[in-house]
């Protein structure tokens, strides 16, 4: 299959499911100001998953649309990484989830955006100041969180507990990568690794939060083997188009 | 939602550099980041500014409405403080 293909999905899928979890929160958040936050990152994050998926229908030039390779794939088709599907729990736990992929994003669009692919560049380009702003929102709940009340602390300390073992697979390569990494098209994110680690290790540390000390780390997304969560995220995403397969709105 | 929402804060807007912030609204927040970034959030997401200020709203003194009368009726009835009673050269455009 065409690498550039399952690269540019595996990054639209990454943004999607992320934005379709964000989204859940939307009328629901603990309140009015920090509702609309979120469900203005949801927004960005929908943003870049539709330019993402519309460049990947293109590349794949089969005749799928963007709405096609959104609605019409099942759970094992969807290769995203485990830690986006993950469900909200409560505030905390969206948050940390969302920290932590907000620093990662953010060294990864900074060296997409010289990618010799012009459109994952531009993508990234555009994405890198969405996200700078996201990694700040969510890296000042964190603090927040962690250096709040005990509860708060205690909470925030049980996310990070929960949602490690997934962040691995962030910075796993395989053949597909490797290759555009040779073409200069996709990053080696086995090298943001130390950063990032580095980053969120300063971030708990300053919230009063530990990094767990468990090495073991949990993957599969790339191969479209998930946790059981993703099923039921897309089944509500999926439901209308599938409902009324030809339905314009 | 809760009711613990934090203080309430104002927002002054900024257009264009050098224009003057504008009053736009008020939001929730915890500390004056929060309330930057809420105001942002709430008040800049469709391009309305370059800058914004945001004022806890105890900090702000208001005139009551009981002062209505001796703070601005007197004003009423002096014309001559406008300055209409001047001719504009044309020169000098709209000010």
């Known amino acids: 299959m065409n690498n550039l293909f399952v690269y540019t999905l595996r990054l639209a899928d990454n943004s999607l499911v992320l934005a379709q979890r964000l989204s859940e929160w939307t009328g629901h958040g603990p309140f009015l100001e920090e509702d609309l936050a979120l469900t203005n990152v949801a927004l960005d994050t929908f943003g870049t998953a539709t330019s993402l998926l519309e460049y990947a229908a293109q590349v794949e030039g089969k005749g799928r649309s963007a709405d096609d390779l959104a609605y019409f794939r099942h759970e094992r088709e969807y290769t995203n990484v485990l830690l986006v599907e993950q469900p909200n729990g409560d505030y905390a736990k969206t948050i940390i989830r969302q920290a932590f992929v907000d620093h990662f994003n953010l060294l990864l669009y900074t060296e997409l955006a010289k990618s010799k692919d012009e459109t994952i560049a531009g993508i990234a380009q555009k994405a890198i100041k969405e996200v700078t702003y996201h990694v700040r929102h969510s890296s000042s709940w964190v603090l927040r969180f962690g250096d709040g009340t005990e509860e708060s602390h205690n909470r925030a300390q049980e996310a990070v507990n929960e949602l490690w073992r997934f962040t691995g697979e962030l910075f796993e390569m395989d053949e597909v990568e490797n290759n555009l990494v040779k073409e200069g098209i996709s990053v080696n994110t086995s090298l943001l690794k130390e950063k990032w680690e580095k980053q969120i290790t300063d971030l708990l540390t300053k919230a009063t939060l530990k990094k767990p000390e468990s090495s073991f780390m949990q993957s599969g997304g790339r191969k479209g083997m998930h946790t059981e969560h993703l099923g039921y995220l897309l089944s509500e995403m999926q439901t209308v188009p599938r409902m009324y397969p030809n339905a314009k709105w | ?95």
């Open chain 2, 1 to 95: 939602m809760s009711d613990s929402q934090g203080p309430l804060w104002e927002v002054f807007v900024q257009k264009k550099a050098g224009q003057p912030f504008v009053h736009c609204g008020s939001l929730h927040a915890f500390d004056k980041e929060m309330a930057l970034q809420n105001a942002r959030d709430l008040y800049t997401r469709r391009n309305e500014g370059m800058a914004l200020w945001v004022v806890p709203s105890s900090a702000i003194t208001a005139s009551s409405p009981e002062d209505m009368g001796s703070f601005f009726e007197p004003a009423n009835d002096k014309v001559y403080r406008h300055p209409t009673f001047y001719q504009i050269p044309d020169a000098i455009g709209h000010m």
